[in-house]
């Protein structure tokens, strides 16, 4: 058999018959075996595994910088953040009705009529609600009961 291209490059079909080649040709798993067992098909498989393994590498040097903009992103989403709001407006509220009413309503030396005892009543149960209206729901979301 004459010297082709074809075989100067692949030299393991160089010792194969015609009616190998052809046989090669036809038959899918006779071609497979042949073709994956070609030292250049190895040699391509292992060079593009190589890309790959240098490719994830890379990637994965690049994670852990995602990783930390990615939670520097959704830091405002925590659902710790998020809470924390209803966190202060229910002590704040408790400091408004506990300290700066009941402070307002000490003894004065006039006395305090029915109205000025009945006027502060309404506002200490007003503000007290509130308060405990956020604390329970503060209480049901820090359970996860509220999404």
């Known amino acids: ?24 040709l036809n038959d899918l798993a006779y071609f497979q075996g042949t073709f994956y067992s070609m030292y250049q098909v190895k040699e391509l498989y292992q060079a593009q595994a190589e890309l790959v393994f240098d490719e994830a590498k890379s990637l994965e040097s690049h994670w852990k910088d995602f990783e930390r903009e990615q939670r520097e992103a959704y830091q405002w989403f925590n659902p710790q953040f998020i809470l924390f709001p209803l966190w202060y407006a229910t002590t704040a509220q408790d400091d408004a009705s506990v300290k700066a009413l009941a402070s307002s309503f000490c003894p004065s030396p006039s006395g305090n009529d029915a109205s000025d005892v ?21 209480d049901r979301w820090a359970s996860g009961q509220v999404s």
């Open 1 to 24: 058999m004459t010297a082709t291209p074809l075989m100067n490059e692949f030299t393991k079909l160089a010792h194969l018959a015609r009616e190998d080649l052809e046989d090669l």
């Open 118 to 138: 009945n006027e502060f009543i309404r506002e200490v149960r007003e503000l007290r609600k509130v308060y405990h209206k956020r604390l329970m729901w503060g």
